[in-house]
């Protein structure tokens, strides 16, 4: 595949779904192409639109009962997850990070290269 679109899908996710796609991506995406997506990424500690907490796994989430609503992850733990795909961050806009806002003015975007 020369290009892959994963807008609004990550945020949906949870880790294991999100580790899973992260590999697909890696599989279908040929060397030189890039994978273009979008995340709310996060610093560690208070994330007020994402209120509960999976903190041993870098995750927030919106709704309770409701993850899949809204997803929200730690940066470096996404980014630990693009790695372990073996994927490399070829490019890094910052919508949303770090986070600290009570209202979202967008979603992160990354653009992803196969390592």
């Given at each position: ?9 990550f ?36 994330v ?5 907490a ?36 070829s490019?890094?806009c ?17 653009v992803?290269?196969?390592?």
């Open positions: 595949m020369g290009f892959a679109l994963a807008k609004s899908l945020t949906h996710l949870l880790p294991a779904e999100a580790q899973r796609y992260l590999h697909e991506l890696r599989r279908v995406l040929m060397p030189g192409r890039y994978a273009f997506l979008t995340a709310f990424l996060f610093e560690p500690g208070s007020p639109f994402f209120r509960h999976d903190e041993t796994a870098g995750v927030r989430w919106r709704r309770s009962g409701r993850p899949h609503a809204g997803i929200a992850y730690e940066k470096s733990t996404f980014l630990k997850m693009v790695g372990e795909a073996r994927l490399t961050v490019d890094f910052a919508i949303f990070y770090p986070g600290r806002s009570r209202e979202v003015a967008g979603q992160d975007i990354v992803l290269e196969r390592a």
